[in-house]
């Protein structure tokens, strides 16, 4: 059984974040866990934590790039004498081929290179940060794990687009997303995972899945993260003849298109101008009808995606809020339960106001929970797995 330190390297649209791990007591922890945000404003911030959760270091700091977020956080982890043996990547997007967690050799990074536009936003980053531990620990396997691996077990009827087959087979299908953190989040429900189950990752990035007994059966986002729910700057799901109007009536290019939908829609555009939920919740406070409209698209958007997945699972037990939003926001849980009462949905308010565990009575019919999406846990859960049958 390998004993070896494991860097995860997370990365996200909006932020990195980053854990050392090691196994005590045969349970997977995380001994060092860190978050650089702010990446390509002026005003960054890099947090470094020890496995308790206290503060061992904290600086603005301005990153020019995820890259150099790293760098500096592999400096302050080499101050503390913390040296990894392994480092374990989130990469979202692994493309047709690669559908499972695996080493990173060449050939893996040829593959990479190879599917970009499957997520523009996030494999281009990902690719820099594998290139770039390469230079900081030489010695060290690199490994990746794949959001997409989780959702291998969509049906055919939820993988498929009504196109032609031929599309199909070469890959133009529902890959589904958010994969490690759904996953870690079954590894806490300890073996008593409910039978039928929806868990919102509300994040940056934003999306849905049904689960039959762990099991991914749909999900929202689509070939690539910008489908589904709309998200801090993605559009989600459109009518395609949107598209076909941008390009032929408007005459943009594919590349303006790209920019568009994945930078430029959803809350931000919504909201004209704010991407980020705390931003959000306070301008509708303070009366801004378009962060009202933001704010009541995006949890709609939610609501009727739940009403959707209990008819696919043919009823709910259980929904999971995770992701920066879930966890933290009381408010779009209150606002994406409100209307859902015919399922059963009803929240305990102050236990929702706690950002608690179980946020409905303990009598509901229906539970819903807030759980920490703990994505670093899990691959390097992951990780150790590959490091163990290496041995
Ligand atoms: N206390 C909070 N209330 C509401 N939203 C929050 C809170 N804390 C974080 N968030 C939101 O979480 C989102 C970032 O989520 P996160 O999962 O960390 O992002 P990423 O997709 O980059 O991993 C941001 O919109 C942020 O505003
Ligand atoms: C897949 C995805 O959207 O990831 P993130 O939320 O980190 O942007
Ligand atoms: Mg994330």
């Known amino acids: 059984m390998s004993n070896e330190s494991i860097l995860v390297v997370n990365s996200g649209s909006s932020s990195l974040k980053f854990g050392l791990c090691r196994k005590v007591n ?6 060092l866990e860190g978050l650089a945000d702010g990446i390509g404003g002026g005003q960054g911030k890099l947090l470094l934590k020890d496995g308790g959760g206290q503060v061992v270091r904290s600086e603005c700091l301005s990153f020019s790039s995820q890259g150099d977020a790293l760098q500096t956080a592999a400096q302050w982890l080499n101050e503390l004498q913390a040296k990894p043996q392994a480092i374990g990547h989130r990469v979202v997007h692994g493309g047709p081929l690669l559908t499972s967690h695996q080493r990173i050799t ?5 593959q990479l290179r190879a599917c970009l536009h499957f997520a523009p936003i996030h494999i281009p980053i990902g690719l820099e940060l594998i290139e770039r531990v390469e230079r900081i620990y030489p010695e060290a396997s690199q490994f990746a ?15 498929r687009f009504a196109l032609p087959s031929d599309l199909f087979d070469e890959g133009v299908r529902r890959y589904g997303f958010h994969g490690l953190s759904y996953e870690s989040i079954i590894h806490q429900w300890n073996g008593s995972v409910p039978s039928r189950m929806i868990i919102a990752h509300l994040g940056n990035g934003a999306s849905v899945v049904a689960l039959k007994d762990g099991l991914s059966v749909d ?10 729910i709309p998200m801090a700057t993605r559009s989600g799901d459109l009518d395609p ?8 009536a408007k005459q943009l290019s594919a590349r303006s298109i790209e920019t568009l939908l994945n930078n430029t829609s959803g809350l931000t555009a ?5 991407r980020d939920m705390r931003e959000l919740q306070a301008a509708a406070d303070a009366g801004d009808h378009h962060a009202q409209l933001a704010l009541d698209v995006f949890c709609t958007s939610i609501r009727k995606t739940i009403g959707a997945y209990t008819a696919v699972l043919g009823g709910l037990d259980a929904i999971v809020f995770t992701g920066g939003i879930g966890e933290h926001s009381p408010r779009v849980r209150r606002k994406v339960c409100n209307g859902l009462e015919f399922l059963g949905a009803r929240i305990d308010e102050p236990a929702n106001l706690r950002n608690d565990k179980r946020i409905s009575p303990e009598e509901a019919r229906l539970g819903v929970f807030v759980f920490e999406s703990q994505e670093e846990l899990q691959i390097a859960r992951h990780c150790r797995s590959m490091l163990d049958d290496a041995a």
Not at 270 to 274: A, E, K, T, V, Y
């Open 145 to 159: 794990c794949f959001d997409t691996a989780f959702h291998r077990s969509l049906p055919e009827v939820a993988a």
């Open 106 to 110: 060449p050939a893996v990074l040829a």
């Open 270 to 274: 919504l909201s004209q101008g704010r």
């Open 219 to 228: 999900t929202t986002m689509g070939l690539t993260p910008t489908g589904g």
């Open 26 to 31: 045969d349970t997977e922890q995380l001994v």
């Open 241 to 248: 003849g949107v598209i076909l109007y941008l390009l032929q």
